[in-house]
């Protein structure tokens, strides 16, 4: 007869699975995550680190909600100015040829560049009012700004590549800055382009390096007037 122990059940052994181990993938739910670039994939951080991360966003969206509203209310306020309205009806005489122009915010007053210098035209009664003029100077860009009452700012670039700061008030004209002055022509660096910001405060100037172009930033109240004025 059977031995007592040989009656017993086999004993079976299992591997017990681990939790937390994912189901496996489905190849066609997964197809468009294999695809995805590992170099692009970014671990989630651990807290503290992912609160600061939505502190920092929520900080950001508002501010940026304020400066979108304050563009919009600039852009709204802009729009309501009325662009002045400079009609000649009398023809106003110059040295030379005009190479350029640029006419001041509130309308009553026109900058010309010419071969030996520039000029302030009135807009009101047409005439010259000032020039200043120096030999082998030939303004071929302009641009000016308001910078109180009956008071301006005026930024020349020559055909040399030499950038000027004047400024006009009680029709004398004073030359307040020469951006790139160099006593070695060779050695200096051609300004292309200058601009003046609203109300005259910086002046940015677009210089060409050779090998590369740059833009410089002045605080023009650190300019001081060279020479005499010119009427």
Not at 103 to 125: M, N, R
Not at 143 to 170: K, N, P, Q, W
Not at 200 to 214: E, M, N, P, Q, R
Request: net charge negative.
């Amino acid at each position: 007869p059977p031995s007592p122990s040989s009656s017993r059940c086999p004993l079976l052994y299992t591997r017990k699975v681990p939790t937390g181990i994912p189901e496996p993938w489905d190849s066609e739910d997964s197809a468009d995550e294999e695809r995805v670039d590992p170099d692009l994939l970014h671990d989630s951080l651990p807290q503290p680190f992912r609160m600061i991360g939505k502190v920092l966003d929520g900080v950001l969206d508002r501010a940026w909600g304020v400066i979108s509203d304050r563009e919009a209310a600039r852009v709204t306020e802009r729009s309501r100015r009325k662009i002045p309205q400079v009609e000649f009806s009398d023809e106003v005489k110059l040295p030379v040829k005009a190479n350029c122009l640029a006419c001041t915010d509130d309308g009553k007053y026109v900058f010309v560049g010419f071969s030996c210098g520039i000029s302030v035209i009135s807009a009101v009664g047409h005439v010259r009012t000032a020039t200043w003029e120096q030999d082998r100077v030939e303004i071929i860009s302009i641009h000016c700004t308001c910078l109180g009452e009956m008071a301006y700012l005026i930024a020349t670039v020559d055909d040399m590549g030499v950038s000027r700061v004047f400024a006009y008030y009680a029709d004398y004209i004073y030359l307040i800055k020469l951006i790139n002055e160099t006593k070695e022509r060779n050695k200096r660096n051609n300004c292309t382009k200058i601009e003046l910001s609203e109300g005259g405060d910086y002046a940015a100037v677009l210089i060409d390096c050779k090998y590369f172009f740059c833009i410089a930033y002045f605080r023009t109240s650190a300019f001081k007037v060279k020479g005499q004025p010119r009427i």
